[in-house]
C-alpha cells in the first residue's frame, strides 16, 4: 500500500458544483494531515489542516477518519480559479520529521 | 504569511559540474527546513531534514555526498547537488518551519519555497 494514495484524476467539473477528493494514508502513527494546492510548475501551498472534528474554511471542508486511515476534501460551489492539483498531505510522525505527499488530484473547473 | 524564497528559481548546467541552492526564511526564524524533490508527475518526495546548527538527516536512497547541506544559520539552508548529472534534472523546492510553542493549526506547517527547477544536459 502506498503512503498516501489518491485518485489522479483528473475531475472535470462544471462551474458551481460541487466535488470532493479522497485520500487514504497507511501510516497509524501520523498525526498531522493537510491538503496542499499546487499550481502547474509552482511551490505547493497550504489549503488547509486536517482535524479530527473535521473542520471549514469557507467554501472548502476536511474531513479525517483516523479509524479507516482516510482523508477527505470537499469544495462547494467550485470557481474557474480552484482549478488545481490538490495533495494530500500527511506528517510522517512516530519520530520521523517531514512531510509525505501523495501524487495529487488534478481538478479542472469548467466554465 | 511567513516567506520562503529559493535562489535561484532556474539553473541549467552541463553534466559533471555542481549547483547551490539557497533558501531562506524571509520573516521567521526556522529551526528546521527540510529538501523535497518533485519528478514530473510524480509526488513530491523528501531529500533531507535540516536542522540549524547539525548535520542533516537524510531519507533513505539520498546520497549524502552528493547532496550536500548546510543550514548555517535559522534563516538559510543551502543543498549542492554535486556532480551533477542529467537524472538529477528536477523540481527542488524547500521549506521552513516555524518553530515549538505556537497552536495546533501552525505548529507543524511548512512554508515553501517557489522552488529550483534544475536542468543537467
Known amino acids: 500500500r502506498k503512503e498516501v494514495e489518491q485518485d489522479p484524476g483528473p475531475f472535470n467539473v462544471p462551474e458551481g458544483a460541487t466535488v470532493a477528493f479522497n485520500c487514504t494514508y497507511s501510516?497509524?502513527?501520523?498525526?498531522?494531515f493537510f491538503w496542499y494546492r499546487q499550481d502547474c510548475r509552482k511551490e505547493p501551498k497550504l489549503l488547509m489542516s486536517?482535524?479530527?472534528s473535521g473542520n471549514e474554511d469557507g467554501r472548502f471542508t476536511a474531513q479525517l477518519n483516523r479509524a479507516s486511515q482516510y482523508i477527505s476534501l470537499l469544495i462547494r460551489d467550485s470557481k474557474l480559479s480552484d482549478s488545481a492539483t490538490y495533495l494530500c498531505?500527511?506528517?510522517?510522525?512516530?519520530?520521523?520529521?517531514?512531510?509525505?505527499f501523495g501524487k495529487g488530484t488534478h481538478l479542472i473547473i469548467q466554465p | 504569511g511567513a516567506v520562503v524564497s529559493q535562489h535561484p528559481s532556474r539553473v541549467i548546467c552541463k553534466s559533471g559540474t555542481s549547483v547551490k541552492i539557497e533558501c531562506r526564511s524571509l520573516?521567521?526564524?526556522?529551526?528546521?527546513m527540510f529538501w523535497y524533490r518533485q519528478f514530473p508527475k510524480q509526488s513530491l518526495m523528501l531529500m533531507a531534514t535540516?536542522?540549524?546548527?547539525?548535520?542533516?538527516?537524510?531519507e533513505q536512497g539520498v546520497e549524502k555526498d552528493k547532496f550536500l547541506i548546510n543550514h548555517a544559520s535559522l534563516t538559510l539552508s543551502t543543498l549542492t547537488v554535486t556532480s551533477a548529472h542529467p537524472e538529477d534534472s528536477s523540481f527542488y523546492i524547500c521549506?521552513?518551519?516555524?518553530?515549538?510553542?505556537?497552536?495546533?493549526?501552525?505548529?507543524?506547517?511548512?512554508?515553501f519555497g517557489p522552488g529550483t527547477r534544475l536542468t543537467v544536459l
Open positions: 521549506s521552513a518551519r516555524t518553530g515549538e510553542g505556537l497552536a495546533e493549526s501552525s505548529y507543524n506547517e511548512q512554508f
Open positions: 501510516n497509524s502513527a501520523s498525526q498531522s
Open positions: 486536517v482535524y479530527s
Open positions: 498531505v500527511v506528517e510522517r510522525g512516530g519520530g520521523a520529521d517531514g512531510l509525505t
Open positions: 520573516d521567521f526564524q526556522a529551526t528546521t
Open positions: 535540516s536542522n540549524e546548527g547539525s548535520k542533516a538527516t537524510y
